[in-house]
């Protein structure tokens, strides 16, 4: 039975502690779409299985069952056809502890790392925390999408100190959605040049043409040498809980990655995140994701139908999956970064500075903005921006 879901619903955020609705430091009647989550309650079964946690009065050490990768494998083959073992999948405190963890078991100090730029900037901390070289390939953006530079990715893989590169699919902030065609494509340039793969499938669930295609699944060498990193913290709105799985074919590759947990003592689970974990991902929820991915894509259209018509000077870069857009303000005239943002902040909707996605801190007009919202919210702040642009 498919239940139905109060999306329209508006919640006080301020009530909890959220970063992105942070009562301290948000301007009293902002709407801050800075932030890449939904903004939606989260499924019934969930909060009944962390009521059941809670309920009982004492939060001792637990043990573990097999429910969590279970979980996590079932989800993997019923929503994205990946026919994923169990056996490939550990518990990490979220996506970048997971490329964090896999950054160390496969590359050295003084290693070079690839990523796509834009690119959401704990990619690029991660990376240099870890003593490791960033290295960017931009991708090629316009209002009809993103799109790889294959020649400059060639380029990048192909230099000998070059030994991972961190895929991000769906793509934060463009919302680009890799085609098998350009996995295959990624994969050949993996194994041609013995580059190893670490993708980022948090904003799977959100794919609006065709359907997300697992990296793993597109060759055989692919399999064995990826590591993927999931999270229902997209989907459900369960981020608060720090709770993802990273999933390691190679029994090689996966040991040296559980070497870096365990030195760690990462394998340390809460006992409500796993139970909120398993909830989302062991079926309960199927007809929520479902629900929520339709109501966002008709929150997409109805956005960029808004751009198109009314706000036509700032160009949003057509997503094909994610909540999170990517938008070219270049057309309102500002002659930096700073004076663009400084405008939009006084507009009443917070988003996120183009400046933060570039390693070089050039934001070049740019602005991610996420659409995640209840219908009559994001209304109220597409209304706020053009009110604005207008007046310039």
């Known amino acids: 039975m498919e239940h139905t879901f109060d999306f329209d619903q508006i919640l006080d955020r301020t009530r909890e502690r959220s970063k992105t609705w942070d009562f301290r430091t ?3 009647g902002a709407i801050p779409m800075n932030g ?5 309650a989260c499924p019934e079964p969930v909060r009944s ?6 309920d009982w009065p004492i939060y001792g050490y637990p043990y573990f069952t097999e429910d969590f990768v279970n979980a996590a494998a079932g989800y993997q083959k019923r929503r994205h056809g990946w026919d994923c073992n169990p056996a490939w999948i550990e518990f990490v405190g979220g ?6 963890f896999a950054l160390q078991a496969v590359t050295q100090v003084g290693d070079q790392v690839l990523i796509n730029a834009p690119a959401y900037s704990p990619f690029r901390s991660t990376i240099e925390s870890n003593d490791r070289v960033l290295v960017e390939s931009m991708l090629k953006v316009s209002a009809q999408g993103a799109a790889f530079d294959w020649e400059d990715m060639e380029r990048k ?17 463009t919302g680009k959605c890799c085609t098998r065609e350009e996995l295959a494509r990624i994969a050949e340039l993996s194994q041609k040049y013995g580059v190893f793969v670490i993708v980022d499938e ?9 359907r997300h295609i697992p990296y793993p699944t597109v060759t055989g060498y692919a399999e064995q040498n990826s590591a993927v990193v999931v999270n229902p913290s997209k989907t459900f709105n369960v981020a608060g809980f ?9 029994d090689r590759i996966h040991a040296a990655v559980n070497k870096r947990i365990l030195a760690v003592k990462g394998i340390s689970r809460t006992i409500t995140g796993v139970a909120a974990f398993e909830a989302c991902y062991d079926g309960r929820c199927d007809d929520y994701a479902d629900a929520a991915a339709r109501y966002v894509e008709e929150n997409l259209l109805y956005t960029e139908q808004f751009f198109a018509s009314r706000i036509p000077r700032i160009k949003m870069v057509r997503p094909e999956g994610c909540f999170v857009c990517w938008l070219d303000c270049s057309g309102l005239g500002f002659s930096s970064q700073k004076e663009l943002m400084a405008f939009l902040d006084a507009t009443g909707v917070m988003l996120s500075d183009g400046s933060d996605y570039f390693a070089d801190g050039d934001g070049r007009g740019y602005v991610r903005m996420a659409y995640a919202f209840p219908r009559r919210q994001l209304s109220e702040a597409l209304e706020r921006l053009e009110q604005a642009v207008n007046a310039l």
């Open 202 to 210: 948090v904003h799977a669930d959100f794919v609006f043409r065709g």
């Open 36 to 40: 890449a989550e939904t903004h939606f």
């Open 242 to 250: 720090r709770t993802g799985a990273i999933i390691i074919p190679n």
């Open 26 to 28: 948000l301007k009293p």
């Open 157 to 173: 893989f192909s230099d000998p100190v070059t030994k991972a590169f961190i895929l991000c699919d769906p793509h934060n902030p």
């Open 95 to 100: 996506i970048v502890p997971g490329i964090a």
């Open 49 to 54: 299985a962390i009521h059941a946690v809670a």
